[in-house]
């Protein structure tokens, strides 16, 4: 059984950082590609960030060069360091595992919250 299980979020004011980690389990993690999608109030879900089992990255354009995925092997944890937060940034973010880059399993979310 697949279990994904997120940590580091948090409130934190604009401009701050914050750093999410996923612990996945049920899987070989390895070859697994992971990523991070948000869900914001009133919004729908969206991509976040990417990472293939072979480490090519992969970001939205609202986050890149503020956002960077990342990913341990040997600790089965993927991480997204997030810089320069914004207001707009707050979210519920998930950690996901993908299949043909589309979420296949989902963590339970963990609130990220940037204040102005």
């Known amino acids: 059984q697949v279990r994904l299980v997120e940590s580091g979020g948090g409130l934190v004011q604009a401009g701050g950082s914050l750093r999410l980690s996923c612990v996945a389990s049920?899987?070989?993690?390895?070859?697994?590609?992971m990523g991070w999608y948000r869900q914001a109030p009133g919004k729908e879900r969206e991509s976040v960030a990417t990472?293939?089992?072979?480490?090519?990255?992969n970001y939205a354009d609202s986050v890149k060069g503020r956002f960077t995925i990342s990913r341990d092997n040997v600790k089965n944890t993927v991480f997204l360091q997030m810089d320069s937060l914004k207001p707009e940034d707050t979210a519920v973010y998930y950690c996901?595992?993908?299949?043909?880059?589309?979420?296949?399993?989902w963590g339970r979310g963990t609130q990220v919250t940037v204040s102005s």
């Open positions: 990472i293939t089992g072979g480490g090519r990255k």
């Open positions: 049920g899987s070989i993690f390895s070859i697994n590609d």
């Open positions: 996901v595992r993908l299949n043909n880059m589309t979420p296949r399993y």
